[in-house]
C-alpha cells in the first residue's frame, strides 16, 4: 500500500514515538510510508536516510492552502490511506479526507471530546478503556472501532548491556547499593511526578537509600517549579536526580530497578512498556488501558489514584525485595514480547488501514 502517516507532535512523545516505530515497520513490510509531520519536528532527525518520504507541514487548515497542496500530494503519490497521530493532524486528516477523497484512520492515544473522531473511516483506540470513551463521548459507531494495543521495540529495551547500566548510573552519581526508582515522560500535573514526590518521605523512612529519578522533558515549568518547592518543603530533595530529556530511553530504564507511574492519564504509557520489555516491575495508578497491560502481583502493582499509602507501600516491598523485581521484571519481559511487539501490532494496524482502503476503493 501507500500510506501516508501525519503526525503534529513536534518531540519525542509517546504518540510520536508511536508513529515513528509503525513508520519503519510499515516501511520494512513493503509499503511506500510518506509521513507529514512539523517543520524541525524530533521525528524528522530519526527517520533521516530511512526508506521513508518526509514531508513538513505546519497542518494549517485555514486558509486552505495546506489542505490542497497535501491533497495534490495525496494524488502524485496515490496515497490509500491516510493515518493521523495527535490532535492537530486528526483535524487535519478528516479535512485532508474531503479534499483528497481517500479514508482517514486516526489512532487514539488519548480521551478528550472533539467531533472529529466521528468522521474518520476507521478509529484505533491503544486501549479498550479508550475505545469505550470515543464509543459514549465521541459517538464514534462501533463498526468503526477496533482496539490495538501500543507496541514497543522489545529487542532493544531487552538488550542493554550491563555496562550500560552502571555507566548511566555513575552519570547520575546514583551507586549500585542505591534502590533507584525512576518515573519517564513529559513532566506535567497529568503524568503525576508531584504525587511522587509528596510519597517520598514515607518511602524514605522506611527505605532510607532510595533515590528518585524524574526522566522528561518540562511542558510546564509551573509544575515543575512545584515540585521542586514540595520537594524542598519535605526535606527530599537531596535524593531527587533530574535528568531533563533524555536521549538515550534504554539507558534511562537500565539505570533502573523500579518504575513509578502515579498517573491520572488513561492512556497506555510507552514508557510502561518500556519499562517492563526493559526486565523492571511498574507501580502505576489502576485506571484507563493500564490494567490492560499490568498484571497484579506478577509483573507490577496497581495501586488506586490519589492512595498515598498504597504508592508507598508497593513501591517499598520492590525496593526492599530483589528477588520480587527480578521476578516482576521477567514476567513482564514475557508478556511484552507475546502481546505488544512490533511485528505483531503493525500487522493489526496494517489489517485495518488496508480494510479502509478496500471500501473506499468499492464505495
Not at 260 to 274: F, N, Y
Amino acid at each position: 500500500m501507500n500510506i501516508m502517516e501525519i503526525v503534529s507532535g513536534r518531540r519525542a512523545g509517546g504518540a510520536v514515538c508511536h508513529c515513528l516505530m509503525l513508520s519503519r515497520e510499515l516501511a520494512r513490510r513493503g509499503h511506500r510510508v510518506t509521513l507529514v509531520c512539523r517543520p524541525e519536528a524530533w521525528i524528522v532527525g530519526q527517520l533521516a536516510g530511512e526508506d521513508v518520504e518526509i514531508v513538513e507541514s505546519d497542518l494549517h487548515r485555514w486558509p486552505t492552502d495546506e489542505l490542497r497542496r497535501i491533497a495534490a500530494l495525496v494524488e502524485e503519490c496515490e496515497i490509500e490511506v491516510v493515518h493521523t497521530h495527535l490532535s492537530r493532524a486528526h483535524s487535519f486528516g478528516v479535512l485532508l479526507r474531503w479534499f483528497s477523497r481517500v479514508p482517514c484512520v486516526a489512532t487514539a492515544q488519548s480521551r478528550h471530546i472533539d467531533l472529529h473522531w466521528m468522521l474518520n473511516d476507521r478509529v484505533i483506540a491503544v486501549s479498550d478503556a479508550t475505545r469505550r470513551y470515543h464509543r459514549s463521548y465521541n459517538l464514534v459507531r462501533a463498526d468503526r472501532m477496533v482496539t490495538i494495543h501500543n507496541f514497543v521495540d522489545y529487542d532493544r529495551f531487552s538488550r542493554a548491556p550491563a555496562e550500560v547500566r552502571a555507566a548511566t548510573r555513575a552519570s547520575l552519581g546514583v551507586d549500585d547499593a542505591s534502590p533507584l526508582v525512576g518515573i519517564v515522560g513529559s513532566v506535567r500535573p497529568g503524568k503525576g511526578q508531584l504525587r511522587l514526590v509528596g510519597a517520598m518521605p514515607k518511602i524514605l523512612a522506611a527505605a532510607p537509600e532510595t533515590r528518585l529519578l524524574m526522566v522528561g522533558e518540562a511542558d510546564e515549568e509551573t509544575y515543575v517549579a512545584r515540585i521542586k518547592a514540595t520537594a524542598d518543603r519535605l526535606g527530599v530533595a537531596s535524593q531527587i536526580e533530574w535528568t531533563g530529556r533524555f536521549e538515550d530511553a534504554r539507558a534511562a530504564m537500565a539505570a533502573l530497578d523500579v518504575l513509578a507511574l502515579p498517573t491520572s492519564e488513561a492512556s497506555i504509557p510507552l514508557s510502561m512498556l518500556e519499562a517492563m520489555a526493559a526486565g523492571l516491575p511498574v507501580v502505576a495508578t489502576d485506571m484507563g488501558g493500564i490494567p490492560e497491560c499490568i498484571v497484579p502481583g506478577e509483573t507490577g502493582t496497581l495501586v488506586p489514584l490519589g492512595d498515598l499509602d498504597a504508592l508507598v507501600s508497593a513501591i517499598v516491598a520492590l525496593v526492599r525485595d530483589p528477588a520480587m523485581r527480578r521476578r516482576y521484571g521477567e514476567a513482564g519481559r514475557r508478556l511484552v514480547s507475546e502481546r505488544f511487539s512490533p511485528e505483531q501490532q503493525t500487522a493489526s494496524i496494517e489489517s485495518v488501514l488496508a480494510e479502509a482502503a478496500r471500501r473506499s476503493r468499492a464505495a
